[in-house]
C-alpha cells in the first residue's frame, strides 16, 4: 500500500509563494503519474496540475503561469511550487498518483490565501 504525505502548506497573503511537497512511502520512479488536486468548502475536488513518469505536465487552465508541477525520482517526492497565490487558491491540496489502474491519495494540505 503506497502511502502519500503531503507537506508545505499554511496561511499566506495574495502575491505570496509556497512550496507544497508529497513524499512517497516507496519509490516513484514507475509510477505512471502524479498528480496535485484541491478541494475548496462547497465545491468538488478538481485536478490542479499532473505529471506523468516521462516529465509531461498538465495545468488547470486557472494556474497555468503561476503553479509548477515537478518530482524528483531519487527523493521519492513530487512538489506543486504556487507563485502569485490569489485568495481563490485557498483549499485542501491533495497528492495522488497512479500506479497503472491504482490510484492512491494523501491526506491533504491547507493552503489559505488572504487578501
Known amino acids: 500500500q503506497v502511502q502519500l504525505v503531503e507537506s508545505g502548506g499554511g496561511l499566506v497573503q495574495a502575491g505570496g509563494s509556497l512550496r507544497l511537497s508529497c513524499a512517497a512511502s516507496e519509490s516513484i520512479f514507475s509510477f505512471n ?52 497565490l490569489k485568495p481563490e487558491d485557498t483549499a485542501v491540496y491533495y497528492c495522488n498518483a497512479r500506479i497503472t489502474w491504482q490510484y492512491y491519495w494523501g491526506q491533504g494540505t491547507q493552503v489559505t490565501v488572504s487578501s
Open 33 to 84: 503519474a502524479m498528480g496535485w488536486y484541491r478541494q475548496a468548502p462547497g465545491k468538488q475536488r478538481e485536478l490542479v496540475a499532473a505529471i506523468t513518469s516521462g516529465g509531461s505536465a498538465n495545468y488547470a487552465d486557472s494556474v497555468k503561469g503561476r503553479f509548477t508541477i515537478s518530482r524528483d525520482n531519487a527523493k521519492n517526492t513530487a512538489y506543486l511550487q504556487m507563485n502569485s
